[in-house]
């Protein structure tokens, strides 16, 4: 059975440069909540005072448990952001990862989101 997630993953910048912190801050703009959107690469956001991060992406787990599937789909994301940031070439760690299952979102009839 496949699930899908919304995976935000939160983390701090570990030992910027001063060429880091102005290259961050150069491209800032693009990487602002204006930017934030859940897609399968993921999204790098991060705010002006250059403490934290976070990555934003969406997963499908093929995974009939909904333990198990919450837990592959926390690694899975949580590899990705590691190698993205240090693909960026920044080093960072990892404080937290939030996991909400799109299939188990229930809407009230009448109310558009």
């Known amino acids: 059975m496949e699930r899908t997630y919304r995976m935000t993953v939160w983390g701090r910048f570990m030992?910027?440069?001063s060429d880091q912190r102005t290259r961050l801050l150069a491209e800032q703009g693009n990487h602002g909540m204006f930017s934030a959107r859940f897609s399968p690469e993921g999204?790098?956001?991060y705010g002006p005072e250059?403490?934290?991060y976070q990555f934003r992406y969406?997963?499908?787990v093929d995974e009939p448990n909904p333990v198990d599937a919450?837990?592959?789909a926390r690694l899975q994301v949580?590899?990705?952001a590691?190698?993205?940031l240090e693909n960026r070439g920044y080093q960072g760690r990892i404080v937290?990862?939030?996991a909400v299952c799109v299939d188990d979102m229930r809407f009230r009839k009448g109310h558009s989101y």
């Open 15 to 17: 030992g910027l440069t």
């Open 43 to 45: 999204t790098f956001l």
């Open 50 to 52: 250059l403490v934290g």
């Open 58 to 60: 969406e997963v499908v």
């Open 70 to 72: 919450e837990l592959l």
């Open 78 to 80: 949580e590899d990705s």
């Open 82 to 84: 590691a190698t993205d």
């Open 96 to 98: 937290d990862t939030t």
